[in-house]
């Protein structure tokens, strides 16, 4: 069969030898310089065929595909992509399956029905195989400084293989990918776009609280609560997150245009899908499942009954994440959704930043360890002190009722243990000491 250039299949049949060079018979002398731009690190030719394998199947196959995942994670992306594009028919790849797995697609389906759900995910994917796709993509993210994060990148957010054959075949970033670490100790803070002024207020509080505290807060840059999240994480000099529903290189809602390039400079953007790919209903549905994922603990700020971010509470308590909801007026139409998280599914009810801490499991961990490792003049002294402004000696001495030498001393103890800092203007908690 002969296609024309612009619509040329990834592996070139009519070419001897094309299907099994490097690069999947790409132009390599395009491809290289761009993959390069992309890749978090520098890699060999085998690298950059996982790479670009990955990017393939990012591009062909929708986000939650559990048939691109099943593939992928029984043949490997490269062996898979190869599968796909030089025409393998599906009894063939059900046979590859079962050898790689001992089991066919379907774990308690019979040959016929799985070869049946490969037939129909080959005719979603083959189409969407397309050369000229990859290397204009390819170029749109290196234009924009746009990075690839693939699953044998040491950066990759462990979270995410809790989703199984649902995980993402790559993440397309931009931003600080060192920040990546950040995710590591981080809380979705999730809610409504249509958010009241009492729910937005919540938002900036807790958000702020958990950066105070050294905690990363990861949202989905939407208007209402996701916007006023990022917004304080920001202001307080935090590390935020934002994960979008359609490619990183047009950002989405463009009111959120400016916010998100300063996400993009003092945090990170992310998606799942490649640049170019426009946010669809399918996709937001898709990304809440990430923010679960790369999350330690979701919190949802104010829902009605029908907002998205009761889908993202969902995906949270399905993967065994900590959940927790913020309860508002009994007659308030916009926190419905909270009391019913709260009532119907075991959500734990959080009004401050502390609270929310107490759901991640470090945060559990340290206000345990605040009650068993301080005595009460410690305590006492830890009350008087802010996280945020500094303050003398003799105010914490006024505070905490003790006298100045024994806050002298008790300060000099803490300050040993990392959980209080000075500075020019006096003494304040540690960001992250958790004792707030």
């Known amino acids: 069969m002969i296609l024309s250039p612009h619509a040329r299949p990834l592996i070139d049949g009519s070419q001897p030898g094309r299907a099994t060079a490097p690069l999947f018979g790409l132009d390599e002398r395009e491809l290289r310089p761009l993959l390069d731009r992309v890749a978090l690190r520098e890699r060999d030719d085998d690298g950059r065929q996982h790479l670009l394998a990955a990017i393939v199947w990012?591009?062909?196959?929708?986000?939650?595909?559990?048939?691109?995942?099943?593939?992928?994670?029984?043949l490997g992306g490269v062996r898979a992509l190869e599968a796909v594009i030089d025409g393998t028919a599906p009894a063939e790849l059900v046979r590859r399956l079962h050898d790689a797995t001992g089991e066919p697609l379907e774990e308690a389906g019979d040959a016929q029905a799985a070869i049946?759900?490969?037939?129909?995910?080959?005719?979603?994917?083959?189409?969407?195989?397309?050369?000229?796709?990859?290397?204009?993509t390819l170029l749109s993210a290196a234009r924009q400084a746009v990075r690839v994060l693939c699953p044998?990148?040491?950066?990759?957010?462990?979270?995410?293989?809790?989703l199984g054959p649902h995980a993402?075949?790559?993440?397309?970033?931009?931003?600080?990918?060192?920040?990546?670490a950040s995710l590591q100790r981080s809380i979705a803070?999730?809610?409504?776009?249509?958010?009241?002024?009492?729910?937005?207020?919540?938002?900036?509080?807790?958000?702020?609280?958990?950066?105070?505290?050294?905690?990363a807060v990861l949202s989905g840059a939407a208007y209402g609560i996701d916007g006023a999240a990022h917004r304080a994480a920001l202001a307080r000099g935090g590390v935020t997150a934002a994960v979008l529903a359609g490619g990183v290189d047009r950002f989405y809602p463009s009111g959120h245009d400016g916010l998100l390039h300063r996400i993009a400079e003092h945090g990170v953007v992310l998606s799942e899908v490649p640049c170019g790919s426009p946010p669809t209903k399918w996709r937001f549905l898709q990304r809440n499942r990430l923010l679960a994922a790369l999350s330690q603990a979701t919190v949802v700020v104010e829902a009605g009954r029908r907002s998205g971010s009761?889908?993202?509470?969902g995906h949270a308590a399905a993967l065994g994440r900590a959940l927790g909801a913020v309860p508002g007026p009994v007659t308030s139409a916009a926190s419905a959704g909270c009391h019913r998280l709260i009532r119907e599914y075991d959500a734990v009810c959080v009004t401050n930043a502390e609270e929310v801490i107490a759901l991640h499991p470090e945060g559990a961990e340290m206000q345990q360890a605040l009650f068993t490792s301080h005595d009460p003049e410690q305590l006492r002294l830890l009350d008087a002190l802010s996280s945020r402004a500094e303050r003398h000696?003799?105010?914490?001495?006024?505070?905490?009722?003790?006298?100045?030498?024994r806050v002298q001393?008790?300060?000099?103890a803490l300050e040993l243990e990392g959980a209080v800092v000075s500075g020019e203007r006096g003494w304040r908690k540690a960001s992250g000491s958790g004792l707030s």
């Open 152 to 162: 044998d990148d040491e950066e990759w957010p462990m979270g995410l293989d809790d």
């Open 168 to 180: 993402p075949a790559a993440l397309w970033l931009r931003g600080d990918p060192g920040r990546l």
């Open 189 to 215: 803070v999730v809610g409504a776009r249509a958010a009241t002024a009492y729910g937005e207020s919540v938002a900036i509080e807790m958000s702020a609280g958990l950066c105070d505290r050294g905690f």
């Open 409 to 412: 001393a008790i300060l000099g």
């Open 310 to 313: 009761l889908n993202t509470a």
């Open 116 to 136: 049946s759900r490969l037939h129909a995910a080959l005719d979603r994917w083959r189409p969407r195989a397309v050369a000229r796709h990859v290397h204009s």
């Open 393 to 405: 000696t003799l105010e914490v001495s006024r505070r905490s009722g003790l006298a100045v030498a």
């Open 58 to 74: 990012s591009m062909i196959a929708e986000p939650g595909d559990r048939d691109a995942g099943t593939l992928t994670g029984a």
